[in-house]
């Protein structure tokens, strides 16, 4: 491995400036993790560009729970995840639990790039 690839470092998300004033940055796992954050949480049609980006999975916060649903929730989740990252990522465990306002997401996966398998939670709350 190249020094240069070692020294990768990614803008972070969401956009920020660091104690410096320069735009914060993230080493490979935190901006793999803020990739996955953006898929999850983000709505389709919600990027102008990219208007099937993301899984929609705020949009069924209040959605009534029922074991039919967090099974499509999983499916759709793992389909977004192949989608939009299955170069970065291997997805291997995967929890969506929804109560309330809040959506969780528990999620194992390997980094392709290094091997290295991460476990994170993700929150999401619905807006008030």
Same mark, same amino acid.
């Given at each position: 491995?190249?020094?240069?690839?070692?020294?990768?470092?990614?803008?972070?998300?969401?956009?920020? $400036?660091?104690?410096? !004033?320069?735009?914060?940055?993230?080493?490979? #796992? *935190?901006? $793999?993790?803020?990739? $996955?954050? &953006?898929?999850?949480?983000?709505?389709?049609?919600?990027?102008?560009?990219?208007? /099937?980006?993301?899984? !929609?999975?705020? /949009?069924?916060?209040?959605?009534?729970?029922?074991?039919?649903?967090?099974?499509?929730? *999983?499916?759709?989740? &793992? %389909?977004?995840? &192949?989608?939009?990252?299955? #170069?970065? $990522?291997?997805?291997?465990?995967? #929890?969506?639990?929804?109560?309330?306002?809040?959506?969780?997401? &528990?999620?194992?996966? %390997?980094?392709?790039?290094?091997?290295?398998?991460? *476990? /994170?939670?993700?929150?999401?709350?619905?807006?008030?």
């Amino acid at each position: 491995m190249s020094t240069r690839s070692r020294l990768r470092s990614d803008l972070a998300f969401p956009f920020r $400036i660091d104690r410096r !004033g320069r735009s914060a940055h993230a080493d490979r #796992d *935190e901006h $793999i993790r803020d990739l $996955i954050e &953006q898929v999850l949480f983000t709505s389709p049609g919600e990027r102008v560009m990219r208007p /099937d980006f993301g899984c !929609g999975l705020l /949009d069924l916060v209040f959605a009534p729970s029922s074991p039919e649903l967090t099974s499509t929730l *999983e499916l759709s989740v &793992q %389909a977004s995840l &192949q989608r939009w990252l299955g #170069d970065l $990522i291997e997805v291997e465990a995967l #929890d969506v639990n929804s109560e309330e306002n809040v959506v969780r997401v &528990q999620l194992r996966y %390997a980094v392709r790039a290094t091997g290295a398998v991460r *476990e /994170d939670v993700f929150e999401g709350r619905a807006a008030a």
